[in-house]
């Protein structure tokens, strides 16, 4: 397996930016897909946008055009780049990842968009 942790969290004015960073550790040679997921108070968790070994992505309406995932793999990071951020953002935001025997969560970092 691998372990996941998530940071880059934090409060931000509406139409602010932030990035997350992933940080991957242990068998990495085995992940096939990671993605950042978001769960807001009293919300299910959602699919936000994800990144295929091949480097394919994809994203949820809600944040085409705002956001932009990309991997660094010499440094083992997974990055996730916020733009326009917007009260609706907010969330506890977790990172995953996806291999053909398990399925990973970090540890969830919390993204705060308010005036």
């Known amino acids: 397996q691998v372990q996941l942790v998530e940071s880059g969290g934090g409060l931000v004015q509406p139409g602010g930016s932030l990035r997350l960073s992933c940080a991957v550790s242990?068998?990495?040679?085995?992940?096939?897909?990671m993605g950042w997921y978001r769960q807001a108070p009293g919300k299910q968790r959602e699919s936000v946008a994800t990144?295929?070994?091949?480097?394919?992505?994809n994203y949820a309406d809600s944040v085409k055009g705002r956001f932009t995932i990309s991997r660094d793999n010499a440094k083992n990071t997974m990055y996730l780049q916020m733009n326009s951020l917007k009260p609706e953002d907010t969330a506890v935001y977790y990172c995953?990842?996806?291999?053909?025997?398990?399925?990973?969560w970090g540890q969830g970092t919390l993204v705060t968009v308010s005036s």
């Open positions: 995953n990842a996806l291999s053909s025997d398990w399925r990973v």
């Open positions: 242990g068998s990495i040679f085995s992940i096939y897909r």
């Open positions: 990144i295929t070994s091949g480097g394919s992505t």
